[in-house]
Structure formats: C-alpha cells, structure tokens
C-alpha cells in the first residue's frame, strides 16, 4: 500500500505558478513511477505528467508540454508538479498517482487530490 497526500494547490491568476507537491508513505516509493492527473467537472481525467521511478524519463501530455514540469525527490518520497504560465483551462482537481509505467496508463494508488483555479 502507498498512501499519496498532494498540496499546494490553490487560486491564481492566469500567467502565474504553482508547485504541487505529492508527499508518499508505505511501500519503497522509489519502486513505482509517479504520475500527475488533472480532472475538470465535466471532463475526462488527464494524464499531464509523468516520471520513471528513477526519475530518467518523463511524459507531458501536450496540453502541458513546455509549461509544467515533473520532478521526483526518492530520497524525500516526494514527487513535485512546477506549473508554469498557468492558463483558465488548468483549472480542476490534480490528483499524484503511484504505478508501474510512466504515462498515460493505470495507476494503483491514488491520492486525495488537490484544486487548482486559474483566474483570467
């Protein structure tokens, strides 16, 4: 079992920033590839980032690409989310998962998620 807390979430204004961060506990954190998804009322869950368990690789869907970056700290069991240039259509729920793969696929743990408003 991984048990995931996310935070820094928040209100900002569009072209701000924001660092999420996504704090883990149980099981070696190191073992599992981390991802940040993002959900909007309305809208299908996305997949924005990911990281390899060591940290070597990472994903971007291309909504993001460019503007926010993954980073994984094992030795602090923590996976950050830098978001940059911030835009109205970031706003939703962003939720770290821990898996197997890095990307867009299944997860088996989940956290608790945290919101992010971007105002125009």
């Known amino acids: 079992q991984v048990h995931l807390v996310e935070s820094g979430g928040g209100l900002v204004q569009a072209g701000g920033s924001l660092r999420l961060t996504c704090a883990a506990s149980?099981?070696?954190?190191?073992?599992?590839?981390m991802g940040w998804f993002r959900q909007a009322p309305g809208k299908a869950r996305e997949c924005v980032a990911a990281?390899?368990?060591?940290?070597?690789?990472?994903y971007y869907s291309d909504s993001v690409r460019g503007r926010f970056t993954i980073s994984r700290d094992n030795a602090k069991n923590t996976v950050y989310l830098q978001m940059n240039t911030l835009k109205p259509d970031d706003t939703a729920v962003y939720y770290c998962?821990?898996?197997?793969?890095?990307?867009?696929?299944?997860?088996?743990?989940w956290g608790q998620g945290t919101q992010v408003t971007v105002s125009s």
């Open positions: 149980g099981r070696t954190f190191s073992n599992y590839a």
């Open positions: 990281i390899t368990y060591n940290g070597a690789a990472a």
């Open positions: 998962a821990a898996g197997r793969v890095a990307g867009p696929y299944d997860y088996d743990y």
